[in-house]
């Protein structure tokens, strides 16, 4: 998965829109794409889009960092999943400029977009609401493109992975991945919802353990979501901290399945196809 945060620029757009260019940082110049603007004059016509608005409100654009888990992305997927998720932001209405960072032991993503759209000349509202909703794009984009997912011990909003301390080879014991089949057993009651609300079964079932598939985690809140072997119940946001037993399972060609009791770490090599 991904971590996300985003900041207004106030100033120094030029200085800002420089920086995620660097050759050095992008492979010269590569990993760099635009929407809606020529990157090498995005400053010049973002300020016209920006010239055009009754109220722009105080900043010149917002700048949108995602930090992926070191190894776990190449650098054409990771600049494939920024230009998604610029385009999921912006709704095709926001001139942008996305990079990709491939200087420090993560990958990162920059993007920066122009603080009023070209279509009516309105603001973009950034706000809690607003990065929720894109914390949550991102989490999707990364589950559409098969990245596996981390589990903190705790919620750390905005915190890039540099700062993440790494989980020793001693400690490890398995990945997760969308689909895995998976024992979890609660301190609490989980209380499973029906996915199809024309459905004729019960609404709503509970229990304390069984067989799910893992289907996605929040690395912000340390949540995970799981469906029924029958994918008919799900249940969202439950706390990784209220469980008391996860076990992986492998599962063969015929059906059958084998707890895991240690795999090797999954590595993504960072390296261009």
Not at 25 to 50: H, N, P, Q, R, W
Not at 72 to 90: N, R, W
Not at 194 to 202: A, G, K
Request: aromatic residues 10%.
């Amino acid at each position: 998965m991904a971590v996300t945060k985003i900041k207004p620029i106030k100033s120094t757009l030029k200085k800002a829109l420089d920086y995620i260019q660097n050759p050095d940082k992008t492979d010269g110049k590569m990993l760099v794409s635009s929407f809606g603007c020529s990157y090498e004059t995005a400053d010049i016509e973002f300020g016209f889009t920006l010239s055009q608005a009754l109220d722009r409100g105080n900043n010149l654009a917002h700048h949108l960092i995602q930090s992926f888990e070191p190894g776990e992305v190449d650098y054409e997927k990771a600049h494939e999943i920024g230009k998604q998720l610029a385009d999921a932001v912006t709704k095709g209405q926001h001139e942008y400029v996305v990079t990709t960072h491939i200087d420090k032991g993560h990958i990162h993503n920059h993007i920066i977009f122009c603080a009023v759209n070209f279509v009516d000349h309105h603001k973009y509202n950034s706000n809690k609401r607003s990065y929720y909703g894109i914390r949550n794009m991102s989490d999707k984009l990364c589950r559409e493109h098969g990245l596996s997912v981390v589990l903190p011990n705790r919620g750390s909003k905005g915190k890039s992975y540099a700062e993440w301390k790494e989980m020793d080879e001693e400690n490890f014991l398995f990945s997760l991945c969308q689909n895995d089949l998976i024992r979890i057993e609660s301190k609490r009651t989980m209380k499973f919802k029906v996915q199809n609300s024309d459905s004729t079964l019960e609404k709503e079932v509970q229990m304390n353990c069984g067989l799910t598939y893992f289907e996605g985690g929040n690395i912000s809140t340390g949540a995970i979501t799981v469906t029924t072997h029958d994918n008919a119940y799900i249940v969202g946001s439950l706390g990784f901290k209220t469980l008391q037993k996860v076990q992986k399972y492998q599962v063969d060609v015929l059906g059958n399945y084998t707890p895991v009791k240690k795999e090797k770490r999954q590595t993504f090599p960072a390296q261009r196809r």
